[in-house]
């Protein structure tokens, strides 16, 4: 593949340079000062700008890595001359030479609808306005902590240390924030497949992060035991008022899809009537949930807490993808297409706390999929927030 690349000289260019051409591709690096980019990259192709129309010709793919990054002190207009002008004219630049892909690199910060920072605000702008240019034929990544070949920024101090020492501290440090490495975006860039134009988040994820695994699973078991010896007495009381108030069990027990679509059984506070149909909660009526109680065992989410019995199981997590049952198929094959199953169910999620709920199985899943792909102990700090301040409404039952 024969790649343009802009913004080479930047952090994470650079280490992309090397990354691409280890793979043996055929790059040419445009910039604003050819004679430093020939510096920085000898024996390299190497264009201003304004020659990018010729000297592109015939190459597959651009990866536009030019911008204001929100470390720089601009204002909005600012911002916006880099971030949506600046990335439009090397669009239609890139249009005018042939080159059919076109890949913008962006933040996850620019996801983040609540973040109105000049960054963030004309990255969005910028990726609207390159679909007005290209349509179907761009597509924006968005990434968050990058790690190159080493450490940057304020993190630079870790290029200094030892690896014994190193290792664990940046397994801490990604466990606290999502990170992708150079090679992971180099090696996405190589399996890029004919037709891919979809926008996508690109990270390392958790999964193989021992640190992340490790204090996650402790968080859990801490929440749980502490449910279990200091608020034995509500579950007690809660418990005999179900008995009370309706006939059939205080606790209800119900088959869900866990990690790696394995089934097991879930265990939560009854607030349904007897013989109510076993269906997405969406599809049941309004009228099978039990007077008062059960209204406010549900809005209070006081009827999740037996879940704690399924956390001590390692069955689920106090936060991940609400975990759905095997009868809604559609929700099953949506999350298993987009690796959702993969991670630990969770008692709430980061789409329930935004009020997503199970009755759009497309929606759902693409937003745990967006959950897995930035998961971190800050964003999982967060979501505990919301749900403890009443975010999202849980899953709402039909009219």
Request: proline share 4%; with cysteine.
């Amino acid at each position: 593949m024969k790649v343009v690349i802009t913004g080479a000289s930047g952090f994470v260019g650079r280490s992309l340079v090397t990354a691409l051409g280890a793979r043996g591709f055929d790059l040419l690096l445009v910039g604003r000062d050819p004679e430093r980019m020939r510096a920085l990259f000898p024996g390299m192709a190497v264009c201003g700008y304004d020659a990018l129309v010729d000297a592109g010709r015939g190459y597959d793919l651009l990866v536009h890595l030019a911008v204001a990054n929100n470390d720089r002190a601009l204002d909005l207009a600012g911002f916006r001359e880099i971030n949506v002008e600046f990335l439009a004219q090397v669009a239609e630049d890139a249009d005018r030479a042939g080159i059919g892909r076109f890949l913008n690199i962006s933040s996850v910060h620019a996801l983040d609808l609540r973040n109105t920072g000049g960054y963030a605000v004309s990255k969005r702008e910028g990726h609207d306005r390159l679909k007005d240019i290209r349509g179907a034929r761009a597509s924006t990544w968005y990434l968050p902590a990058v790690q190159g070949e080493e450490w940057g920024g304020k993190l630079r101090v870790l290029n200094r240390m030892p690896k014994w020492l190193s290792a664990p501290l940046t397994s801490v440090l990604k466990a606290v924030k999502p990170t992708v490495t150079v090679d992971c975006l180099a090696r996405s860039i190589a399996e890029l497949a004919e037709g891919d134009r979809a926008d996508r988040i690109l990270s390392e994820g958790q999964l193989e992060n021992p640190a992340f695994n490790l204090i996650k699973r402790v968080i859990d078991l801490g929440f749980a035991v502490a449910i279990i010896l200091v608020f034995w007495w509500l579950l007690l009381i809660v418990w005999v008022a179900i008995r009370v108030q309706s006939e059939g069990p205080g606790v209800f027990r119900q088959d869900r899809v866990g990690r790696n679509g394995k089934i097991f059984t879930c265990y939560k506070f009854r607030t349904m009537k007897v013989g109510t149909v076993q269906a997405g909660t969406h599809n049941v009526s309004a009228v099978a949930v039990t007077d008062g109680l059960g209204q406010f065992l549900r809005r209070t989410k006081i009827d999740e807490l037996p879940q704690v019995w399924n956390i001590l199981r390692n069955e689920i997590s106090l936060v991940g993808p609400r975990p759905c049952l095997p009868v809604q198929e559609e929700l099953v094959e949506e999350r298993r297409r987009r690796s959702v199953l993969r991670v630990m169910p969770g008692i709430t999620g980061l789409a329930q706390s935004e009020g997503i709920d199970m009755s759009d199985p497309v929606r759902l899943a693409v937003r745990d999929a967006e959950y897995v792909a930035l998961q971190s102990l800050s964003l999982d700090l967060g979501i505990l927030a919301r749900t403890l301040l009443g975010g999202g409404q849980g899953d709402k039952v039909g009219a």
